[in-house]
Each structure stands twice: as structure tokens, then as C-alpha cells.
């Protein structure tokens, strides 16, 4: 596991504006990571970053980006204005197109005088059975091996981490090195119906070295999302006190 704590992330994933920084200000004072996923961003437009960041609130940017590298690199430079934290690509792309997304991040930093955001990439959707991930790309490994070669090929572009479920933290940990960032979305506070299949609770999340646990409608669509939200991060952190 990194040296740092585990850290929340909270998927703002609505269809406008107005509900996710109605949600984001409720939260604002546990001091989650928020995430600004294709839907929130097609409504509303890069600018809902800029207002989330004027918050206080870390920005995850999850644009998936997959292009070749040159369209890649511009869209990681256009990234770069709206102050996100974090933004990502998939590793599906390859090992030029993530070198760009680096190069592009490092550059746009540099000429603007900013902390360059951490870039990211996705491994395998946790939507995904081993059947699906072999109908879908022609590829015979297991889930694991596919995030393991995906996240290393990650690591060799100079990219910071990768997105995978909770059961290939460890192997990509062992593979990357400790310090290589894992973030990992499916997680569920408890069971729940949806469309995410390679799930797990907070507390097995930690326990497998996981830097980042993205949460969402656990949280977007409990009663009581501060609550919700609050009960999260005491898990997380009674689990973390005893590692």
C-alpha cells in the first residue's frame, strides 16, 4: 500500500449541474475526492469542474479518453484549465497514446505554473465478466492478468496509477511497486443491484491496498448522503488505524 491514507472519492454522477453542487456543498465539509463522470460532463460542460475545484473539493475528471495519441494529448491539455486533480485514459490505448496524456499533463503544467493532475488509466470495467472481456476484445487472459499487463503497460508511459476492481489491487501492487496508485470504483457500503459486478465493501477494499475508493449511488442516492458519506470514511479509517 502507498505511504499515504486512503481517500474517498465521491462519483457526482447526475445529469446536470444544480444536483451535483447541491450534493458536492452538503459534503464539502468531510472533504471527499468528487468525480465528474461522462454524464455530469455532456449536460454541463468542463466548467462544472472549475466550480467543484472553487469548492475546495479535489476533482476526479473521468473522461476514459481513448484516441489516437495526438487527439489524446489535446484533450489532457484542455484538461488541464479546468483544475482537476486527477483525470484518466484507457490503457486500451496504448502505450503512445498514454505517453501523450503524460507529456501533455507535464507540459500544460509546466507553461501554466500548476500542480500537474495525476493521470490515470483504466484497466478492465468492472461491468465486465471474464466472458464479456473475451467476446468484447478477442483477448483469453483471466480479469487479473489483463489489469496486471494493462496496469504495467500503464507504468512504463509514466502514468501515476491505474482503475481497477478491488481484486487486482494486490496482484497490480506486486507487479508495479507499492507507490503505483490503485483506484478502485464498484465499491458498496453493502450488497446492491446494479450494474456493477466485480464489487466490494470498503473495509476489503482498504484491506487490499487500495489508494482511492470511488462510491456512488451508496452515497448519491442514500436518505442521508452526509451520513452515508460520514459512515464511509469512519470504515475506512478504522480499517486503515489497524493496518
Known amino acids: ?26 459534503l464539502a465539509p468531510l472533504r471527499p475526492w468528487v468525480k465528474v463522470g461522462l454524464e455530469l460532463l ?10 467543484l475545484c472553487e469548492m475546495g473539493l479535489p476533482v476526479f ?20 484549465a479546468t483544475g482537476a486533480a486527477m483525470l484518466n485514459v484507457h490503457a486500451g490505448g496504448g502505450l503512445r497514446m498514454m505517453q501523450a496524456a503524460r507529456e501533455a499533463a507535464d507540459a500544460g503544467a509546466l507553461a501554466s505554473a500548476q500542480a500537474r493532475p495525476l493521470v490515470i488509466a483504466v484497466t478492465v470495467l468492472t461491468s465486465l465478466t471474464t ?17 496486471v499487463a494493462l496496469a504495467l503497460l500503464a507504468k512504463a508511459a509514466g502514468l501515476d496509477g491505474v ?12 507487479a508495479c511497486g507499492a507507490e503505483f496508485l490503485t483506484i478502485t470504483p464498484g465499491i ?10 466485480r464489487v466490494a465493501t470498503p473495509t476489503a477494499a482498504v484491506r487490499a491496498g487500495a489508494d482511492f475508493l470511488v462510491v456512488g449511488r451508496p452515497i448519491t442516492q442514500a436518505p442521508d448522503p452526509y ?5 464511509v470514511l469512519r470504515e475506512m479509517e478504522s480499517v486503515s488505524s489497524k493496518q
Open 1 to 26: 500500500m502507498s505511504s499515504t491514507q486512503p481517500r474517498l472519492i465521491v462519483a457526482l454522477d447526475y445529469a446536470n449541474a444544480d444536483a451535483a453542487i447541491s450534493l458536492a456543498a452538503t
Open 42 to 51: 455532456m449536460h454541463s460542460g468542463p466548467h462544472i469542474v472549475a466550480e
Open 61 to 80: 475528471l473521468d473522461g476514459k479518453f481513448h484516441d489516437i495519441p495526438n487527439t489524446v494529448a489535446g484533450a489532457v491539455r484542455a484538461s488541464l
Open 131 to 147: 466472458e464479456e472481456l473475451h467476446a468484447a476484445t478477442g483477448c483469453l487472459r483471466t480479469l487479473e492478468e489483463q489489469a
Open 163 to 174: 482503475v481497477t476492481s478491488v481484486n487486482e489491487v494486490a496482484a497490480i501492487k506486486a
Open 188 to 197: 458498496r457500503p453493502t450488497s446492491a443491484d446494479d450494474d456493477q459486478r
Open 227 to 231: 451520513a452515508a458519506c460520514a459512515a
